[in-house]
C-alpha cells in the first residue's frame, strides 16, 4: 500500500507539473503581441487654421503617414505645436485613419498702445518690449513684457509702479494690447551716510560713488533715485578705492 501511495503521489506532482508549463509558455506570445501592437495612420488632416498653411501645421507633426505611433508621438507633437508660439491650442484625435490635428491660432497684433505713462514716453516704453505690431500675442510674451516695463521703471527709482496689460479683441483674430501704467512716486535717497571709515572722510567717499542724496536739483538727475544695481555698483566702487588707496591704516 506504501508503495503504490508514493506511486501515485508522484504521478499526481508529475501531472499538475505537465499542465502547468504548457498554460505560462502559451502565455507568452499573447504578452509580447499585445506590447508590440501601436497604431498606424493613412494620412493627416487639419483644422482650425485661417492664417497657418496646413504643410507648416504638419511639418510639426512627428506622428507620419504609414508609420506606427503611441501616446508619446501624440505628446511630442502637442510639444513640438505648442513652442511654436503660433497657437493657443492642440488637440490631436483619430477618425478611423486619419489623424485630426485641430488647432487654434494666436491672434495678431494690431497695435500696442500705453496709457498713464508721464516719466517714460511710448517711445523709450515700445523700445523695452519685445511685443509689435503684426507679431503673434502669447499669454508667456506679454507676462515677459510686463516684467520688462516693471523693471524700467524700477530702474528709475519708481518701485510701486504696476503696468496691467489689457487685450482688446477686434475680430477676425486680431487684437490690440495696451499696457495700463500707473507709474508711483519715486523712491528718493534722502540721506548716504558711511560707517567704520577712519582714513578717508564721508565727503571723499562720496565723491567715489555714484548715488546721490536728493537735493533741489533732484529732478536733474536720477542718480538719487533708489537703484539696488547702482548700489551694488557703488560697493564695487568702493572695494576698489580702498584697495587702490590701501594704507597701513586704512587696510
Known amino acids: 500500500m506504501r508503495t503504490l501511495f508514493q506511486m501515485f503521489r508522484v504521478m499526481a506532482v508529475a501531472a ?6 504548457p498554460v505560462v509558455s502559451s502565455g507568452l506570445p499573447l504578452l509580447g503581441a499585445a506590447s508590440a501592437h501601436a497604431e498606424v495612420i493613412s494620412r493627416i488632416s487639419v483644422t482650425g487654421n485661417t492664417r497657418v498653411e496646413e504643410s507648416t501645421v504638419v511639418s510639426y507633426v512627428t506622428i507620419k503617414p504609414g508609420q506606427s505611433y503611441g501616446a508619446l ?18 488637440r490631436i484625435s483619430r477618425q478611423g485613419s486619419t ?17 498713464g505713462n ?19 500675442l502669447t499669454q508667456a510674451k506679454v507676462q515677459s513684457d510686463t516684467q520688462r516695463l516693471l523693471e524700467l521703471y ?25 499696457f495700463k501704467i500707473d507709474e508711483g512716486p519715486r523712491t528718493e535717497i534722502s540721506k548716504i551716510t558711511f560707517i567704520g571709515n577712519k582714513a578717508f572722510g564721508d565727503g571723499r567717499l562720496q565723491s567715489v560713488i555714484q548715488s546721490r542724496e536728493t537735493g533741489l536739483l533732484g529732478w536733474l538727475r536720477t542718480t538719487d533715485n533708489y537703484d539696488p ?22 587696510a
Request: aromatic share 6%; net charge negative.
Open 73 to 90: 508621438d501624440i505628446d511630442a507633437s502637442v510639444k513640438a505645436l505648442f513652442d511654436t508660439g503660433l497657437f493657443s491650442d492642440v
Open 16 to 21: 499538475v507539473v505537465g499542465t502547468a508549463l
Open 118 to 136: 508721464d516719466h517714460h514716453d511710448d517711445k523709450t516704453l515700445a523700445a523695452a518690449i519685445e511685443l509689435k505690431p503684426r507679431a503673434v
Open 229 to 250: 544695481d547702482r548700489m551694488n555698483s557703488d560697493q564695487e566702487l568702493l572695494r576698489r578705492f580702498y584697495y587702490k588707496n590701501a594704507t597701513p591704516t586704512s
Open 154 to 178: 524700477r530702474r528709475t527709482g519708481r518701485y510701486n509702479a504696476t503696468v496691467d496689460p489689457q487685450v482688446i479683441d477686434l475680430g477676425e483674430n486680431r487684437v490690440d494690447l495696451v
Open 99 to 115: 489623424l485630426i490635428v485641430a488647432v487654434s491660432e494666436n491672434p495678431i497684433i494690431g497695435r500696442v498702445a500705453f496709457e
